[in-house]
């Protein structure tokens, strides 16, 4: 390779490393010279906001709202249920990283990009005093991001984000906040390697099944491996061994109890059919602790109350869970059809 060649390669070279380094700084020279701004300043942490509140135009009652209380987060605008606080933290690291593009000042065209107060969706951060560490507006969603602004402010930014449907808002469908997609809302889930036994009972039929794991032949140093192989016994109404696949399912759905929405405290459990007499189910765990399960009966929207006994929050689940519980006993008999 002569010299002038190598040369060539080197131009080559140099002017690639410096349009990488143009491209990776551009951004960053733009914010300096204005053509983007940063929308927060600071860092967000769930140690440093206090409370979160999400709503459509100038009404609460559109929306949900978000309190830390010690080191929980609870939903006080949903009977105080136990918030998901893994979706506030991804909320806060992508409203750190947050900026936005100048688009107007024009405060005539604030409707055209839902961004006037009766249109827009107001996020709002609390510090610990209630004061406002951050409000902003959000508009329209649009290619790559959404339009928003600063409370106060008249400047249309496009965002480099489309927050809205962080807040479960997809198109004009559904134009409020959904508090559910912001709760906790698994319910139960134990270890279901360690449950030894599963039961229910609807209405008066009672079915009962208990987990016998494989031993080892007499004799066989081999280690045990894990998890230990097993079956499902029937032991109640009557005695068989049960279609492995159809109790496992069962104990996938028992294992895995997620509910679709939560329900406000009731009169009495009566009123949600959680008093005496209600369906329930029942799990052990390494044949010691048993955790019942109540299934109420259907809500106003085609969805199952069900409560934890022992615990005082109430939960809407489907139909679907309802039916993957409360199997007939013909279906764990071995010739069943799977």
Known sequence: MNNRTLGILLILLILFAGGYWYSKNQRRDLDQTGGYVDLVKGTLSTDTVYGLSVYRGSDPDKGFTLVRRGKDWIMSSHYDAQANVNRLRTLLSNLENLDGEPRSNDPSVLADYDLDDSNAVHLVLKDESGGDILHLLLGKSATGGGFVRKEGSNQVLLGSRNLLSDFGIWGEDNRNPVASTWLDLDIYKP????????????????????????????GDTTAVKKPIPYEWEVTKPKHFTALKTRADGVLTTLANMRARDVAPKPTSPDEYGLGKGADWAEVTVNDSTTTRLLFGKEGPKGEFYLKVQGDDRYWLVSDYVRGNVF????????????
């Open 327 to 338: 199997k007939p006993l013909k279906e764990f008999e071995p010739n069943s059809k799977d």
């Open 191 to 218: 270890d279901r390697e360690s449950v030894t036994s599963i039961a229910f009972q609807k209405g008066k039929n009672l079915i009962a099944l208990k987990k016998v794991f494989q031993k080892p032949a007499k």
